[in-house]
């Protein structure tokens, strides 16, 4: 019994990790930094702009839930990490020739552009495609909802009389 009163005082447990979330950053950017948003969603697309005043979108300026989401969409995109990252050695797609999504970030360094395909078989992720980069990452499939929420918000507040 002592022995085993020992063992139990002597092992530990699996310790746990902080800190920021690992994997390659898919766009490199600081928030701040970005200075345009454009996406193509399907058949449905905006081009936001940050001004001094705040956020425009599709040339107008941004109505307060637009502005909301447009922020937190650009939070997402500037800390949005991969799940996973490696080189196709077949060629194979992923949805690329039909892409699902296309996200363009312009800061004052250039312009990065992700072309979003497929959704893993477990439909958790989709896969990222860098402009240029031979890579295929995954990405949490959350990405979507704040491009949707953007539309949401954009649509919703053009139809508001007033």
């Given amino acids: 019994m002592l022995l085993g009163g020992l063992l139990v005082l002597g092992v530990r447990g699996p310790e746990r990790q902080g800190g920021a979330p690992r994997g390659h950053r898919v766009f490199g950017v600081a928030r701040q930094a970005i200075e345009a948003i454009d996406v193509t969603l399907g ?8 001004a001094p005043g705040g956020w425009t979108i599709d040339g107008r300026p941004a109505g307060p839930g637009t502005a909301s989401a447009l922020d937190d969409l650009g939070a ?17 797609d992923f949805g ?8 363009v970030l312009r800061t004052p360094r250039g312009t990065r552009r992700v072309t979003l395909g497929d959704t893993n078989a477990a439909a958790s992720a989709l896969y ?3 402009a240029g980069d031979a890579r295929v990452m995954q990405v949490g499939i959350g990405i979507l909802s ?5 539309l949401y918000n954009r649509d919703r507040e053009a139809a508001a009389p007033g």
């Fill in 43 to 50: 058949e449905r697309r905006f081009a936001a702009r940050r």
């Fill in 128 to 130: 990222a495609r860098r």
């Fill in 146 to 150: 704040d491009v949707e929420r953007v």
């Fill in 76 to 92: 997402r995109l500037a800390a949005l990490r991969a799940t996973d990252v490696f080189r196709p050695g077949d060629g194979a």
């Fill in 96 to 103: 690329f020739t039909r892409p699902r999504a296309e996200i």
